[in-house]
């Protein structure tokens, strides 16, 4: 890989993490369409374990798909 871009596996953690991030309020939104609202604290219910998973297989996909 070239030096000048990074490790894939840190680029492919941190792309899959902000993904996760920015779309992670619709997914509630989506989730909780049939339930009564709970303020505006749900929008960030779960952000931590679903970033985490995503990055971590963000990190595995670009990484071993650059090799």
Do not use: N, Q, W
């Not at 939104?29 to 971590?56: C, N, Q, W, Y």
């Amino acid at each position: 890989y070239d030096s000048l871009h990074g490790d894939p596996i840190i680029c492919g953690f941190v792309a899959a993490a902000i993904a996760a991030i920015a779309t992670h309020p619709l997914d509630v939104l989506k989730t909780r369409a049939m339930t009564d609202a709970e303020g505006p604290l749900v929008f960030t219910s779960g952000i931590v374990p679903r970033t985490l998973h995503a990055a971590i297989g963000g990190a595995a996909f670009f990484g071993v798909l650059s090799r």
